[in-house]
């Protein structure tokens, strides 16, 4: 869903093979634009070493972009490549049984590579940016500890962060969280989005759902602090290289309307009825998940699954759009062609490239 876009009646824009042609230009581009980069910053690891400094631990890699758009198949070519390790930044492949929903990467696909923090939560369960933030380092420092590469790889942008940047996270209180939604269930929204504004205006205004709402108000009584103070300026808790897969719009929007078709042809209604009986109705966190809200109408009797799957279609395609605006965001990301013939090598070349050495 990303791929650079002609301004009105330009003929890439009105013909899509021109189109098509057009991003693989840039993509071949940026990809050798990578590999002299990836060369230059060789070297000057290579003179550091010559002149006595020692090499640190490795950056951490970082492979992100829209759902869709490959990230898993990369990261697990980067792995083979320089014998990594993956760790899942998805927080909904956290949930085990959640698996055809979330195009959840098969064993075969792994092709022996070990992946870490999928399948280690019931759908009963909530998942915490929080804990995500320590169990990623943690894995981080054992996988280089051991002499490997750690590969993040996920769509979840604010989990990504967690794991890459310094990132503090407020408490919780489950007395002030119960009032709230307490508050919620009486009064609806508007009060607490009017008290919000009130007290963090930057948070009341980029918003939406009721659950980020009372979360705010919960920091804001819990710290004195507004919630938007706890997002600070892009800063890495330790090295890391970024790779953003750059992807065609329009070639994106179809692949997603076929991975959904895909999805309900091998079951997704039967996976999700499996996790209905298993307790995903009562979970904060997982009934949320794309597709999974969808057919839980079917389940009901409320929906068709046609229906179901033109609404998960839409919605995977809106969150799609917002995964880009995420990403596109950070300046430290190097933006590679998913169709590149040389992905994997231009990809693998700036992760060896990024050597980190000791401050003199």
Known sequence: MRGPQGAPGNAAVQNPAARATAVEDTAQATAVEATAQAAAQQDAAQN???????PAAPPVIAVVGPTGSGKSDLAVSLALELEGEVVNADSMQFYRGMDIGTAKITEAERRGVPHHLLDILDVTEEASVSDFQQQARALIADIHGRGKRAILAGGSGLYVRAALDVL?????????????????ATAGPAPLRQRLEAVDPVSAGRLGDERRIIRALEVFELTGRPFSSFMPARQYFQPAVQIGLEVDRELLRQRLADRVHAMVDRGLLDEVRRLDAAG?????????????????????????????????????????????????ADPRVTWLGWHDPDLVAAAAGLCRATTVLPPA
Do not use: H, K, M, N
Request: hydrophobic letters at 40%; charged letters at 25%.
């Open 48 to 54: 550091s070493a010559a002149q006595g400094a020692q």
């Open 280 to 328: 995903l109705r009562s979970g904060r966190t997982a009934p949320r998940a794309l597709g999974y809200a969808q057919f839980l109408r079917v389940l009901d009797g409320a929906s068709s699954v046609e229906q179901a799957a033109d609404e998960t279609i839409i919605a995977t395609r809106q969150f799609a759009r917002r995964q880009l605006t995420w990403f596109r």
């Open 168 to 184: 503090e996270f407020p408490g919780t209180d489950p007395d002030i969280r119960g009032r709230l939604e307490a508050e919620l």
